[in-house]
């Protein structure tokens, strides 16, 4: 199920919304709405749904509607029309007590500007959403102290929010969110605050903590290379619309108008792209098994100078180079096992083109992608990234 | 009863002035006021000078509005049936203003003054207990002792009052726009009134003496108490009360873990105010037999004794001073 759904959801700032959203609804755009009511659109119909454990990541430039749809999702602001489903369960019509009593359990909020209360100390302060709830003294400490074990800042407990930097303020907001284990986590432009190097260790950091306790995420940005470089998903907005879902690859290698690639020229590719993308499957593969004249004589038709081996399971057993097998026949083997090169780097499919051009500097061979048992998925080469680069950059 | 003819008022002469000359003055005033605020206030100014101009060689009586007739019944009506409830309120509290003052002159004045240097010291530093242990010695010295003590007593009942009334209905007024709109002319309309006006209805209320007194100092002194604590409360970043909300808080919650404290510094800038108008009155409300330091100033008035006045208002301003600056560094102590 997901985990979170949303249905045309519309928000209109304005004394008569009714009105507004009846024009909306006929297909008129914000600036028309605007003319004839004198009313904002904040959100326009917009839909989408949020998986379990997926980071999705809302972009859009300022006055987009990214942090107004963020706050529809806890209902710190009303959506005029629509329906938000968390965990199945419509909240759009909850009553103030059980709003309360979904906030508290369900979710965790992250600021741009941190919002940490300067009268409280960063303790004091992880604890805010365990005190809220009603919970003992002794047991929400404890459970504060770990949360800010968690971001990696142990033993500032009794400092004031304001002796903090930027950064460390925001782990002590993330901390915050997460002291009240939410199933999810809902991050306003958590980052954009913080300069450029800190913003870039915080989500990496962010990544990492995301591998250990698997929230589902919403994160808002204006930064598309945040975006692409944290989302599991990406929803791109504009003027209140989304204008293109989708994976980061998705994003930059189909984008959906002028809109999308006019912010897509400026990304750097080579951290977006993955392995995934570049990938190719062997024209010729061998097995352990094989006989190393009758391989040779393949290789040479084919004019490669190495070969992949992969096992009767498709896992990846290693490479066989031309010379390697010049050798063996010389010994009179009758298999290629003697002969496979094991120790070969590997990358996953996920591997950005980053840290496939760093790995393919120094290894001459064709690079096996594989996944979590080694299977083989297909390989990479060289000129496959540059020319990969080179026509997505055209587009 | 007066009688009064359009032509007497200021705008007469202007009213018996040839036609045309009044027509282009019209068109002038009207244009003005369309100038300055706008369609709506032009058109009442046309109206109005054309009714006017009509009744311009009418004479016709007013009646004067009987409203200090009106305030008279009501307040005698309000005595007649509740001043019984007052009178009780006022023995009570007389005793206890008795006993607070007789407490202070049972000690000797250097044991009061060594604790108030102390208090001062440790709520608002060594500069502060200087000052308070220079000043209050030297207002023993003068025999204002007694005077002093009775002043500081009424002075610290009003503020309590003022402050215990002020603070629910600040927060009230942060948290209701209805109630804001409501309380805020009539915190206007307080503190404009003389406030020798609240000494009159407070004898009937409260009797000759200490509590009348501080009745009308707390009518004079409450607004500070109300509008800081309103202003602090509203001060309060709209991001710190979204992340309260984001976590759940109910009202209360985001009341008494959020706003209060980080409304106290300005809170304490209000008890400051209230304190220092408290001690304003004081002098007006020893017309009323409040004794203290005013009684003092009182009576050097009626003798016509600079010397001894200028003793008392002396006394006031150290007295001043001293509560002034320990809430002061109180407030600046609470700064976030």
């Known amino acids: 199920m997901d985990k979170i759904k949303i249905t045309n959801i519309s928000k209109i700032f304005g004394p008569q919304p009714a009105l507004a959203l009846q024009l909306l609804n006929q297909g008129l755009g914000k600036e028309e709405i605007f003319n004839q009511t004198g009313q904002a659109v904040g959100l326009a119909n917009i839909s989408f749904e949020v998986q379990e454990g997926e980071i999705?990541?809302?972009?859009?430039?300022?006055?987009?509607?990214?942090?107004?749809?963020?706050?529809?999702?806890?209902?710190?602001?009303?959506?005029?029309?629509?329906?938000?489903?968390?965990?199945?369960?419509?909240?759009?019509?909850?009553?103030?007590?059980?709003?309360?009593?979904?906030?508290?359990?369900?979710?965790?909020?992250?600021?741009?500007?941190?919002?940490l209360f300067p009268h409280r100390n960063i303790l004091h302060n992880v604890e805010y959403?365990?005190?809220?709830?009603?919970?003992?003294?002794?047991?929400?400490?404890?459970?504060?102290?770990?949360?800010?074990?968690?971001?990696?800042?142990?033993?500032?407990?009794?400092?004031?929010?304001?002796?903090l930097s930027g950064g460390m303020q925001q782990r002590v907001g993330l901390a915050r969110a997460l002291a009240v284990e939410p199933d999810i986590l809902l991050m306003d432009e958590a980052f954009s605050a913080l300069d450029p190097l800190i913003r870039g260790d915080m989500q990496?950091?962010?990544?990492?903590?995301?591998?250990?306790?698997?929230?589902?995420?919403?994160?808002?940005?204006?930064?598309?290379?945040?975006?692409?470089?944290?989302?599991?998903?990406?929803?791109?907005?504009?003027?209140?619309?989304?204008?293109?879902i989708g994976t980061p690859e998705d994003i930059i290698s189909q984008p959906a108008d002028d809109y999308v690639k006019r912010f897509v020229e400026n990304v750097d590719k080579s951290r977006v792209l993955t392995a995934h993308a570049v990938m190719v499957w062997p024209r010729l593969l061998a097995s352990p098994q094989d006989e190393p004249a009758q391989v040779l004589a393949n290789m040479a038709e084919e004019n490669l100078s190495s070969l992949v081996v992969v096992n009767a399971d498709q896992t990846l057993a290693g490479i066989v180079r031309m010379e390697t097998l010049t050798q063996a026949i010389e010994r009179g083997d009758k298999t290629l096992e003697n002969s496979i090169e094991r120790e070969v780097p590997?990358?996953?499919?996920?591997?950005?083109?980053?840290?496939?051009?760093?790995?393919l500097a120094t290894w001459p061979l064709s690079l096996p992608v594989i996944d979590k048992q080694r299977k083989l998925l297909g390989i990479v080469v060289k000129g496959m990234i540059l020319s990969a680069l080179a026509k997505r950059g055209n587009h | 009863m007066e009688e009064l003819s359009i032509s007497e008022l200021p705008l007469g002469n202007l009213l018996s002035l040839p036609l045309w000359e009044t027509v282009i003055i019209f068109a002038l005033l009207v244009l003005l006021s369309w100038w300055a605020a706008g369609r709506l206030v032009a058109a009442v100014t046309a109206i109005g000078l054309g009714v006017m101009w009509m009744l311009r060689f009418q004479t016709f009586e007013i009646e004067k509005v009987p409203l200090d007739e009106w305030v008279e019944d009501s307040l005698n009506f309000l005595t007649d049936h509740f001043a019984f409830v007052t009178k009780g309120i006022s023995k009570l509290t007389d005793v206890g203003i008795d006993y607070v003052i007789d407490g202070l002159m049972y000690f000797p004045p250097w044991l009061v003054i060594l604790v108030f240097t102390f208090?001062?010291?440790?709520?608002?530093?060594?500069?502060?207990?200087?000052?308070?242990?220079?000043?209050?010695?030297?207002?023993?010295?003068?025999?204002?002792?007694?005077?002093?003590?009775?002043?500081?007593?009424?002075?610290?009942?009003?503020?309590?009052?003022?402050?215990?009334?002020?603070?629910?209905?600040?927060?009230?007024?942060?948290?209701?726009?209805?109630?804001?709109?409501?309380v805020m002319p009539i915190l206007d309309f307080m503190q404009t009134m003389p406030a020798f006006v609240y000494l009159i209805p407070a004898i009937p209320f409260f009797g000759l003496g200490a509590v009348s007194a501080i009745f009308a100092t707390v009518v004079f002194a409450v607004p500070p108490s109300i509008r800081f604590t309103c202003l602090g409360i509203k001060q309060v970043p709209a991001e710190l009360i979204e992340a309260a909300d984001a976590f759940g808080s109910t009202q209360t919650q985001k009341l008494l873990k959020l706003q209060l404290p980080l409304?106290?510094?300005?809170?304490?800038?209000?008890?400051?105010?209230?304190?220092?108008?408290?001690?304003?009155?004081?002098?007006?409300?020893?017309?009323?037999?409040?004794?203290?330091?005013?009684?003092?100033?009182?009576?050097?008035?009626?003798?016509?004794?600079?010397?001894?006045?200028?003793?008392?208002?002396?006394?006031?301003?150290?007295?001043?001073?001293?509560?002034?600056?320990?809430?002061?560094?109180?407030?600046?102590?609470?700064?976030?």
């Not at chain 1, 250990?212 to 599991?232: P, Q």
């Open chain 1, 56 to 115: 999705m990541v809302v972009m859009g430039l300022s006055g987009s509607g990214k942090s107004t749809l963020l706050r529809c999702l806890n209902r710190l602001i009303d959506p005029s029309q629509g329906q938000v489903f968390i965990d199945g369960v419509d909240i759009t019509t909850l009553d103030h007590e059980a709003l309360l009593a979904l906030r508290r359990q369900k979710f965790g909020m992250v600021f741009q500007h941190f919002a």
């Open chain 1, 129 to 163: 959403g365990l005190e809220i709830q009603g919970m003992e003294v002794d047991k929400r400490r404890e459970k504060a102290r770990q949360s800010l074990k968690l971001v990696g800042l142990e033993g500032w407990e009794d400092a004031m929010p304001r002796q």
């Open chain 1, 204 to 244: 990496s950091e962010l990544l990492q903590l995301q591998e250990r306790v698997r929230k589902t995420i919403v994160f808002i940005t204006h930064d598309l290379d945040e975006a692409l470089n944290i989302g599991s998903r990406v929803v791109l907005m504009k003027d209140g619309k989304v204008v293109q």
């Open chain 1, 346 to 359: 590997t990358v996953t499919a996920k591997e950005p083109l980053k840290g496939l051009i760093s790995i």
């Open chain 2, 119 to 182: 208090l001062a010291w440790r709520l608002a530093g060594r500069n502060v207990a200087f000052l308070t242990a220079v000043g209050l010695v030297f207002l023993w010295n003068l025999h204002l002792w007694k005077p002093t003590m009775e002043t500081l007593t009424l002075v610290l009942f009003a503020t309590f009052i003022s402050v215990s009334i002020g603070v629910p209905l600040g927060v009230m007024a942060a948290i209701s726009n209805t109630f804001y709109r409501i």
């Open chain 2, 263 to 336: 409304a106290v510094p300005t809170m304490m800038a209000g008890v400051n105010q209230t304190i220092m108008l408290a001690l304003s009155m004081v002098v007006i409300a020893a017309m009323i037999g409040a004794g203290g330091l005013g009684g003092e100033v009182w009576k050097a008035i009626q003798r016509l004794k600079s010397g001894m006045g200028f003793e008392a208002g002396l006394a006031i301003v150290i007295l001043a001073m001293i509560l002034d600056r320990i809430t002061q560094k109180i407030a600046k102590g609470h700064k976030v």
